[in-house]
């Protein structure tokens, strides 16, 4: 018998973003390790990124960082599966297609494109404290774009759509 595979849960971010953010993505990333999930991001020594993994390997979860180079150098100290990509922005299309859900924090276009990849592949994206006005409302009309206000409330909305 194959053993279960375990949701990925993307979570998407600025590199640079406010404390308030930071502790944010980082309680997001503990969270989802508490469930057992698996944590991907993009990998590099910043903003969301680091918090989000850092959360994760906090709580002993599992971290995959999909890297826009070709060196695990670029890669935080909380990532344990780093993929190179040496695609620039164009990864962010992997970032998106290997998540089961996105979660989109705090950033600027390079989180804005992932928002807009993972509608277009029929992805469900939570938005953690990031307003993307009103360009994907045939999204939230759809129930594939959800605004949620905390860590908790977006980690229980996932284990619902889930259906955990």
Known sequence: MMPEKRPIIGVMGGAHVSDLDYQLAFELGALVAERGWILLNGGRDAGV?????????????MTIG????ASKMDANPFIDVPI??????ARNVINVLSSDVVVACPGAAGTLSEVALALKNEKTVFLLRLDVGQAFDVYRRRGKL???KTAQECVEEIA???NE
């Open 84 to 89: 190179l990509t040496n695609l620039g922005d």
């Open 49 to 61: 990124m680091r918090a989000s993994a850092e959360g994760a390997k906090s709580r002993g979860g």
């Open 160 to 162: 619902l759509l889930l």
């Open 146 to 148: 959800l605004p949620v």
């Open 66 to 69: 999909i890297l826009p180079t």
